[in-house]
């Protein structure tokens, strides 16, 4: 398994991990395009969230995004529900550190855990969801292959608006013919 491009690197998470990730979970800039809630969240709340739910869970896997030339951790990509038995999962990414969007590391991470997840892994599908007003998002996904599947209509209310949650989804053969 080769979890290197160019110019990241993704390593597990670890529990040295949580300040960080606190830090970034609670960035409303960085939260904005991809938590529906956008709570602040106190350190003990994040250490039980990263403790139970991304460590402690059999179908989840989550993986620090690092910047090679200054081994700098910039944010985190995930693998959630992952259900063995139809080789489905779910995936997440988050660029936490501002200074690297739109530079297209997001872009190199989320190929590396597809790689994984399709050559490793072996799994079927991989979905994820966007909120409707992240074109920029939207269009690394369907750069990528993702396929746009469906819409939750107006389920997110952000900014005085309600937007649509759009639900894509890649399959093995799609993204394994494009690579």
């Given at each position: 398994?080769?979890?290197?491009?160019?110019?990241?690197?993704?390593?597990?998470?670890?529990?040295?991990?949580?300040?960080?990730?606190?830090?970034?979970?609670?960035?409303?800039?960085v939260?904005?395009?991809?938590n529906?809630?956008?709570?602040?969240?106190?350190?003990?709340?994040?250490?039980?969230?990263?403790?139970?739910?991304?460590?402690?869970?059999?179908?989840?896997?989550?993986?620090?995004?690092?910047?090679?030339?200054?081994?700098?951790?910039?944010?985190?990509v995930?693998?959630?529900?992952?259900?063995?038995?139809?080789?489905?999962?779910?995936?997440?990414?988050?660029?936490?550190e501002?200074?690297?969007?739109?530079?297209?590391?997001?872009?190199?991470?989320?190929?590396?855990?597809?790689?994984?997840?399709?050559?490793?892994?072996?799994?079927?599908?991989?979905?994820?969801?966007?909120?409707?007003?992240?074109?920029?998002?939207?269009?690394?996904?369907?750069?990528?292959?993702?396929?746009?599947?469906?819409?939750?209509?107006?389920?997110?209310?952000?900014?005085?608006?309600?937007?649509?949650?759009?639900?894509?989804?890649?399959?093995?053969?799609?993204?394994?013919?494009?690579?």
């Amino acid at each position: 398994m080769l979890f290197e491009s160019l110019r990241v690197r993704l390593r597990k998470m670890t529990k040295e991990d949580t300040e960080l990730y606190n830090k970034w979970r609670n960035d409303l800039e960085v939260m904005h395009s991809t938590n529906p809630s956008l709570d602040v969240y106190p350190m003990e709340e994040t250490k039980e969230f990263v403790s139970h739910v991304i460590l402690g869970s059999p179908t989840a896997k989550s993986y620090i995004i690092v910047e090679k030339s200054k081994e700098i951790p910039i944010g985190i990509v995930s693998l959630i529900n992952i259900d063995y038995k139809n080789r489905n999962a779910e995936c997440i990414i988050d660029i936490g550190e501002k200074d690297y969007w739109g530079k297209g590391y997001g872009s190199e991470s989320l190929k590396l855990l597809l790689n994984y997840v399709f050559c490793e892994m072996n799994l079927h599908r991989v979905s994820l969801k966007v909120f409707s007003f992240n074109d920029r998002a939207i269009r690394l996904y369907t750069k990528i292959g993702f396929q746009k599947e469906g819409n939750s209509r107006q389920s997110l209310f952000r900014n005085g608006e309600w937007h649509d949650i759009i639900h894509m989804g890649i399959l093995q053969n799609e993204y394994l013919r494009n690579k």
